[in-house]
């Protein structure tokens, strides 16, 4: 483990600003990002044994509290996400809820006070699907070779992305990815992800219950509409019969942008020069 040797904190709060480690023969300034603090324990409070590099750099899991409420964060495949477990239940967070979860795993370890994971699990269950249980769906579908499971959601023929919160978005306009604008002679952080296509629906989504592995789950609203905007996709030209839109949009999907038929390997059909489109 890195030799802190140097603390520097905030004069009014208190509260660590940053830190010098010394790491691999020579000091290193590290700001107090809550990754950092996790990783290197300054203050030397935090109740981990072998410390906190196997969890952060993707390998260890964490068991906060074994009941009431039973709480675990695991990291995942994907930087800074990770598997939380409350109770029971299981989800996977977003990178956007990195801080979140590694403040949360903070709490818990100093001061037994679990609320801000479960109130981040809570969030993420009311603004997105569950993932695992989604994901096994994906074997129900005919054409789920059309199909890609990514870290934002589900890619429909290499171009339409239905992301966890059940939005519908082309793969050029990622709302995860972060878009600057200009004001004034500085940048600043906009949103400008608009989605694709809206759908809405014309009558109450009725519930719906699946059997997996013998166990038994009721779909939510947002999961309902999050497979509902799959199936859409899948079947697209048929839904929205507007054969030129179609035609323009499919040019950067995996599939003939004359027919909307997906395109095998061995096909030779020629391709338009996308160099001068853009979405």
């Given at each position: ?88 239940n299981t989800i ?142 899948l079947d697209r ?43």
């Amino acid at each position: 483990m890195s030799d802190v040797i140097d603390i520097s904190r905030d004069r009014d709060t208190g509260e660590i600003t940053q830190f010098t480690v010394f790491e691999n023969g020579q000091p290193e300034l590290k700001n107090a990002s809550a990754e950092n603090l996790l990783l290197y324990d300054p203050e030397e409070v935090l109740p981990f044994d072998n410390g906190m590099a196997g969890f952060i750099q993707g390998s260890d899991a964490l068991i906060l509290s074994e009941s009431d409420p039973e709480i675990m964060v695991a990291p995942t495949s994907d930087e800074y996400c990770y598997i939380l477990r409350v109770d029971g239940n299981t989800i996977e967070t977003t990178a956007d809820y990195a801080e979140t979860i590694l403040v949360g795993i903070k709490e818990a370890a100093l001061n037994q006070n679990y609320s801000p994971l479960q109130q981040a699990y809570d969030n993420i269950i009311a603004e997105q699907v569950r993932r695992d249980l989604i994901n096994v769906l994906h074997k129900t579908f005919d054409d789920q070779d059309r199909i890609d499971i990514t870290s934002s959601g589900w890619l429909i023929d290499d171009f339409y992305l239905v992301d966890w919160n059940a939005s519908m978005y082309a793969k050029t306009d990622n709302p995860d990815e972060v878009d600057v604008i200009r004001r004034g002679s500085g940048v600043v952080e906009a949103d400008r992800s608009y989605e694709f296509v809206e759908l809405r629906m014309n009558r109450d989504i009725e519930p719906v219950k699946v059997s997996i592995n013998g166990n038994i789950y009721r779909l939510s609203e947002r999961e309902m509409l999050f497979l509902s905007k799959v199936n859409w996709l899948l079947d697209r030209r048929h839904y929205h019969p507007d054969q030129p839109f179609w035609k323009f949009a499919d040019k950067r999907a995996s599939v003939d942008w004359k027919t909307g038929e997906p395109i095998e390997e061995d096909d030779d059909t020629d391709q338009p020069d996308m160099d001068s489109f853009s979405l």
